[in-house]
Each structure stands twice: as C-alpha cells, then as structure tokens.
C-alpha cells in the first residue's frame, strides 16, 4: 500500500513540473555559476598580469632615471613598493650568467626561472609546497654596452585564490539552498492547480446522463485551466441539450406511435367483434391502411431526420428554374384546393436559375403548401410568391388559415411540436414536416420564418441566398 502510494505521488502532475522546472533551474544555476567563476578567476589574473607588466615597464625607466645604476634602481623600487598593501610586489634580477645581481627580501623562496631565452618574456604561475602561489613576469633587458639582465617581477595571489575560494564555497552553498527553495515553492504554489484539477476530476466523475446539471467551479485564474474549465462546461452544456433532446425525441415518438397504433388496434378489433357485411370490413381496412400510410410517412420523416443529425443526406445540386416548380406544384395542389373550396393562386411567380437540390426543394414547397391546405378553412384563400431580392430568392406561402398563436411560433419549427388547433380533428400531423423544412433551408445556406397576417393565418417565408460569386 505504501509503495502504491509513493509511486502515485512521484507520478503526480505538480510532483513531475517541479523536478523538471528544479532540474533545469539547477543546470541553468550551475552553468552560470562555472561561467561567472572562470570569468572571475580569468578577470583577476589579467588585472595582475597588468600590474606586474607595468611594475617591469616602471623598473626599466627608473633604471634609465638612473643611469642604469641597477643596485640603486632595485632598491628604490622595493621602497616604493613596501608600501604597497594589496599584491606586494617583488623582484629578482638576474647577471648575464644568470645568477642573482639582487632580489627582494622574501623573493628568496622562489625558484629560478626553469624557461630558455627564447620564451622570455613570459607569464607564469608558481605554487610552492606549503606557501602561497605567486604569478610572476619574466622579462630580459640590455643595459649600456649590451649586458643583458633578467628582471623577474613577482606577486603573491593568495588574495585572489581565497577570493575564488570563498565564491566556491558560497557557490556551494547557494546552489543546495536553491534547491530547497525551488522545491518548496514550486510544491506550494502548484499546489493550487493540482487542487484545480482534481476537483475538475472529482466533479466529471460524478457526471452522468442522469447528472448532466452539474457544472465545474470556473476557477478566477485567467490562464489555461480558466479556458479549460470553461470549454468543458461548454461540452457538458452540449451534451445536456443533446441528452434532453434525444429524451424528447424519444418520448414524442413513442407518444405519435402510440395513438395511431391504437387507433388502428382499435379498429380492427371492431372490425373482428362480429361479423359485418363487405362495406364495413372495407371501410375498416380503408382507415387502417390510412393509419398505417401514417406511421410509413412518419418513419420516414424519421429517417431523414437522423440522416440530416448524422450528416449522412447527400445533396445533388443542380441549376434549375424555381419558377417552373413553383408553378408545377400549384398546378399539382390545385384539385386539392378546389375541394375545399380554397382560393388557390400566385401572386409573382419569376423564372430564377437557382442552384439546390431539386428533390429537396420540392419536398420543401410541397410541405409549406400542404400545410396551408391542411389549416385553411373552406372558402379561405392561399397564395404563393417567388422572387429575387437582395441577392437571394424569397419563396412565400400566405394563407387565412387558422394561424399559429405567438407562444407558438418561437417553436413550431422543433421536432414533434404542434400547436393545439393544429393537432385538432382531421388536419392532425405528425409535427415533423416544419422541421424537415428548417433542415432542408438550413443545408441550402438559407432561412425560414414565419409570421401571423395582420387579418388571419400566417406567412412562411423561404430565403435562399445565391452563392458568392
């Protein structure tokens, strides 16, 4: 249980982010540290060089002050030098047969100059065992009548190596302490995301179909997990209405089956209590295949439903002349019209060339038109007009037919939904058709509308923009 527990921690989010942003801080601190202590140490060392390369040059001028004489130039230098309190400064002065003409007092521990003539002048640092390390300038000069002397000019750096010392030391220190504190701050102050993300996991958990209300905390962070929370509640909100719309869906369509069906039960065990004469077994069968055309059609308004839900409706568009239809269908529907009693005609009917499909059109007209039939009274009046305007193309159904209340039309466009006189007598629908419609001009980049007549009825109307040239 322990060892499941460690390895959950190691595994955790914020855990991860503070070794990995830790361990890059470290290396960045590490390098920078070695950068700064070589260019330090490099600093230093060239600050001395300079100064023994001019104590050398400051020598040889003394020495020309003097007359070249070389004893009494050594020893004003050292006195000048006594007073020097940071990098004493001493030298050592060599005869042509390279031994000592004159060296300073505590130049005695130095070595002799180990390098041939042909690498003077020269920069070198000396450590002696047990002492302090010195950088020294080795130089050679020639002195009137050409004796050449060797000028050795010497500092002691022990300064300089504690110095670099002490940065290592602190180094050593800083870069432990850094760690602690990157640790520690990084675990504190991840510590409100992982709070974010777990309570983002404990909520989603909880979410189910049966739980879809439930909403995430949007955190006031104004970062990622903001916009995450966000977008997730987004979804959750989509879901919601797809779940409550497939619940909808399913209780509507088990209520518009069920009352045909009964209906039809109904009748065919009338129709099998006793025994009728041919006119009455026919007439049963007559309204039972009239339901049964019902629930056919109903199926497959259905079916081409889910096929626009699953994108699955293919749509061949063609140009065709919107006029000729239009006048075709009121050619079509007319008998039906007359029937009732209807007047039945067009009030602007041009010839437009407009792309669509023409299978859909027609199913989409012919539903407007249906419609207007079916909810028109005897000795109402229908009328339908197609024109262009605005770059698109206006197909309108106006009819002084019953009409649909305002609570309704924000509505009459969903699914199942029909407004109570219309679900009334006869007329009854199966709440379908409007919304094949909307679908229909949805696909073809378009919209519908509908709107109550100032007298009575109602006027659908159909726009279809023409494609952007």
Partial sequence: MSLKMKNSYWTRLDVKLTIYYTSVLLILSIMLCSFFFYRLSHSLLKQIDTILMDESYEFLNLAQQNHFDLLRTCRIFDEVNAYRKYYPIYIRLLSPDNTIYYES???AKLLHSPFAANRIPVLELINLGGSHPYRYYQNTFSAPGGTQYTLLVAADIERI????????????????????????????FSHKYRAIVSRTVAITNRITSQNLQERLPVPETNDEFQSLSITINSMIDRLERSFSEIKQFTADVSHELRTPLFALKGELEIALSQKR???????????????????????????????FDENKLDFDFTLLNLGEIVRDLHDFYLPMAQDKKLHFSIEQCADIMFPCDKTRIRQLFSNLIDN????????????????????????????TGIGISETDIPNIFNRFYQGDKSR?????????????????????????????NKQQGVSFTVTLPFAEQ
């Fill in 105 to 107: 007092g505590s130049t």
């Fill in 277 to 307: 004469s041919d006119a009455e077994y026919r007439e049963a069968i007559a309204e039972s295949l009239e339901r049964i055309n019902f629930l056919i059609k109903m199926a497959n308004e259905l079916l081409l439903i889910s096929r």
């Fill in 372 to 399: 207007a039939i079916k909810f028109t009274m005897e000795s109402g009046s229908i009328f339908l007009s197609l024109a262009s305007a605005d770059n698109a193309v206006q197909f309108r159904v106006r009819d």
């Fill in 424 to 452: 009334s007598g006869s007329s009854r629908g199966s709440g379908l058709g409007l919304h094949i419609c909307k679908r229909i001009v949805e696909a073809h980049n378009g919209k519908i509308t509908v709107a109550a």
């Fill in 161 to 188: 190596k504690s110095t670099l010392r002490n940065l290592l030391e602190n180094i050593a220190i800083a870069i432990p302490l850094l760690f602690i504190l990157s640790v520690g701050w990084g675990l504190f």
